[in-house]
């Protein structure tokens, strides 16, 4: 028993360091080093292995779990951001006896409105995620990697002219950035100089006369190839010993170079929400975890994780090559309020969508 403890004392002062660590990680600029946003990346796994801790100690060595409960409360923040405990957020029955103006908003990346779960050329009967969006009925959906209307892959007649009459205002760009709108919008064109690496859109709806900035944001990717993935899905398999050289060259650089790119991006995004006045709603595809160090820098001081204000429980947003992250995230600042978040999980992308109810005042 005393050597146990001998080597237990060790072994929970590490999982305590590095809890901490990896919670805070994302407070750390890529562009000096790597390190803190790889950490933030196993904050989850941390998390768990730090509870399962807490509950073994607590039958054999008390005060060792003393130091785990101690170790998640100096993370209760990033917590929190993981897992939002908002039980008392309103049901949606509430939301929609309220008086005040309220808006339904979507954030999906579709996937070039291909279907994740079956082969590019299957001939299906209708688009799934075209007839999920349809279902869903937001006010304004934002997509990302999305295409024309008259372009999407096994639509039928009926989707297409259905998602016209639904959203009167639908726009998108050569680059797949898209939005349908119930609303009247102008879209307000940005010029950044990396454009071909990640893409903003800034779109100033008019919500029954309230001005609402509402950006649509897709920042890189990590750029893996097939044998990338591959990699990776040994390494979750643990049978990756013996490719270290491998692992360093073609997962943890390419990690860091994404890392240390979308921190520039994420600098360019923060100007352009500084660069307008009113509320603002930012939604998209982050292509990285909350807290991370780019979702930091477009925060800031004043905008809101709508996620952690109003969800309830952890959730995935990527489920594909088993990266499992949450890496669609919404943001708001000024008279927009998130009432209630969820994520949606629907397989036909391989990424699931965020609705979010919010409530808009001038």
């Known amino acids: ?44 796994l941390l998390l768990l292995v730090t509870l399962i801790a807490t509950v073994a100690n607590a039958l054999f060595f008390r005060r060792l779990a003393l130091l785990n409960i101690l170790s998640v409360l100096v993370c209760w923040g990033p917590v ?20 005040d103006k309220v808006i339904k908003v979507m954030t999906y990346n579709v996937y070039g409105f291909l279907d994740y779960t079956h082969h590019d050329d299957m001939v299906l009967d209708g688009n799934s995620s075209l007839e999920y969006i349809l279902e869903t009925d937001a006010d304004i959906v ?23 009459a639904r959203y009167p205002y639908i726009h998108v760009d050569d680059r797949g950035m898209e939005i349908f709108s119930k609303y009247p919008f102008e879209r307000v064109p940005l010029t950044y100089s990396n454009r071909w690496q990640y893409d903003v859109c800034l779109y100033v709806v008019d919500v029954d006369g309230v001005r609402l900035n509402l950006f649509n944001l897709h920042l890189q990717s990590i750029g893996l190839t097939p044998s990338d993935k591959e990699l ?10 013996g490719e270290m050289q491998e692992i360093r060259h073609d997962l ?28 603002v709603l930012l939604c998209g595809d982050f292509n990285d975890i909350p807290g991370c160090y780019a979702a930091r820098v477009i925060a800031g001081d004043d905008m809101t994780d709508a996620y952690r204000a109003a969800a309830l429980g952890p959730a995935i947003t990527y489920h594909a090559d088993r990266f499992y992250f949450r ?24 990424h699931y969508p965020l609705i979010g109810y919010f409530s808009l005042t001038p």
């Open 252 to 279: 943890i650089s390419k990690l860091s170079e994404a890392f240390r790119n979308r921190a520039i991006q994420a600098h360019q995004v923060r100007e352009f929400v500084d660069s307008v006045t009113g509320p």
């Open 80 to 99: 929190v951001t993981f897992c939002p405990l908002n039980f008392f957020r309103p049901s949606v029955s509430e939301i929609s006896e309220s008086t």
């Open 232 to 241: 990776f899905r040994r390494i979750t398999d643990g049978e990756a010993k």
């Open 1 to 44: 028993m005393k050597l146990a403890k001998l080597l237990a004392v060790p072994v929970n002062v590490a999982l305590a360091v590095s809890l901490v660590f990896s919670a805070y990680g994302g407070t750390i600029d890529p562009l000096r080093t790597p390190i803190g946003a790889l950490a933030a990346m196993l904050f989850p």
């Open 142 to 164: 934002l997509c990302q990697e999305g295409m024309s209307v008259s372009g999407i892959k096994n639509s039928t007649m009926q989707q297409r002219d259905s998602l016209r």
């Open 327 to 350: 890496i669609d995230q919404m943001m708001t600042r000024g008279g927009i309020i998130p009432l209630r978040v969820w994520r949606e999980v629907r397989p036909s992308s391989d």
